[in-house]
């Protein structure tokens, strides 16, 4: 598909040692999904972005603000280790996503969160 080509060139332009990454409102498969997130990002908005689950967030050690806002997010991920959310998490925004229930214990490990 040519919007996939386009998505992926974009992405791969981005500067891995960017902290503040918003990618909102550009269609992709998965979180990472023919790109990759530098260790140092703090900030990511993946608005409306059609994505369906939450992974491939684990290695974001310094990552505080998560937006995922308007996706088709159906469930949490179950806990793991290490854990698909970063424990570095201040702000996570969930709005708008199928979610109907949260798992016991799924969150327990973001101590941060506000």
């Not at 990759?36 to 994505?51: F, K």
């Not at 708008?96 to 798992?103: H, Q």
């Amino acid at each position: 598909m040519e919007i996939d080509s386009a998505v992926t060139k974009e992405v791969e332009e981005v500067d891995e040692d960017e902290t503040v990454v918003d990618k909102s409102h550009t269609p992709w498969r998965g979180i990472a999904n023919g790109y990759t997130l530098g260790v140092s990002v703090t900030d990511l908005d993946l608005t409306h972005t059609a994505i369906p689950r939450i992974e491939n967030l684990s290695h974001l050690i310094h990552l505080r603000r998560l937006i995922l806002r308007q996706n088709l997010i159906e469930e949490l991920p179950a806990q793991s280790t290490p854990p698909q959310l970063p424990p570095s998490l201040t702000h996570l925004d969930l709005c708008d996503n199928r979610i109907s229930t949260v798992p016991p214990g799924s969150l327990a490990h973001l101590v941060n969160l506000t």
